[in-house]
């Protein structure tokens, strides 16, 4: 089965421009994540969905920052203008959870997109 | 307040070796799950081991087995007979009963070394 699939891998960009990045969760999961990872705050959750609907959007940054789920098998995280500070790993994954509270299944995280933002 | 700590920052280990890695975490709720995750040099996250609060079995998969034990709030993973394709972070995260979120750790640098 395929699992998380992010793209692209790599964006490098230029201050001020727009970014999207793309995730499509592994069929049958209802619950995905968009998390950030750098080296000085570590895996941060910046938005949570559950079947489509954003559960938890608590830990964007600010509003450049939006996501959306139009469907069970898509997701973008949208950066708007970008910054030389938003340049981090961005990861999406994804779980199949009992409910809106549940933690009781493991995430898969997908590859990531290492995001340069010059 | 929930939090989990892992000490070792960085560990180096000649090939073959074993090597344990700590994770010491703190939550007050009755109902938690703990997890480990390798995030090797290409990147990605690896889903490695989930385990709830109700459950101390020990687990062993191949060479990496799990120490789980509520009285010293730990959850440390040994990889036995180190080989370089271990070389990765790995990190340890809870979760609470009512929560969906992950609380990681800063993990842990694992170097080993042919």
């Known amino acids: 089965d395929a699992g998380v699939i992010q793209s692209p891998r790599h964006e490098v960009t230029e201050m001020g421009q727009e970014v999207t990045l793309r995730c499509k969760p592994i069929?049958?999961?209802?619950?995905l994540f968009w998390y950030r990872q750098t080296m000085m705050r570590g895996l941060e959750l910046l938005i949570y969905?559950?079947?489509?609907?954003?559960?938890?959007d608590s830990g964007m940054p600010e509003d450049r920052f939006s996501a959306k789920m139009p469907n069970a098998s898509f997701s973008t995280l949208k950066i708007q203008p970008s910054e030389p500070r938003d340049s981090a790993v961005y990861f999406c994954a994804s779980s199949l959870l009992a409910g809106t509270l549940s933690s009781y299944n493991e995430q898969f995280f997908g590859p990531g997109t290492r995001l340069t933002v010059l | 307040a929930q939090k989990v700590t892992q000490a070792q920052t960085e560990i180096s280990v000649v090939e073959k070796e074993d090597v344990t890695l700590d994770c010491v975490y703190e939550t007050r709720d009755t109902t938690y799950y703990l997890f480990w995750y390798k995030q090797p040099p290409s990147g990605e996250l690896v889903f490695l081991i989930r385990?709830?609060?109700?459950?101390?079995q020990n687990e062993i998969s191949g060479r990496y087995s799990w120490n789980f034990q509520k009285s010293t709030s730990s959850f440390n993973f040994t990889i036995t007979a180190s080989q370089v394709v271990d070389s990765a972070v790995y990190f340890c995260?809870?979760?609470?009963?009512?929560?969906?979120?992950?609380?990681f750790g800063t993990g842990t640098r694992l170097k080993v070394l042919a």
């Open positions: 995260a809870l979760s609470t009963s009512g929560t969906y979120k992950y609380i």
């Open positions: 969905f559950n079947n489509n609907v954003p559960i938890d």
């Open positions: 385990r709830n609060s109700f459950d101390e």
């Open positions: 069929s049958g999961h209802n619950s």
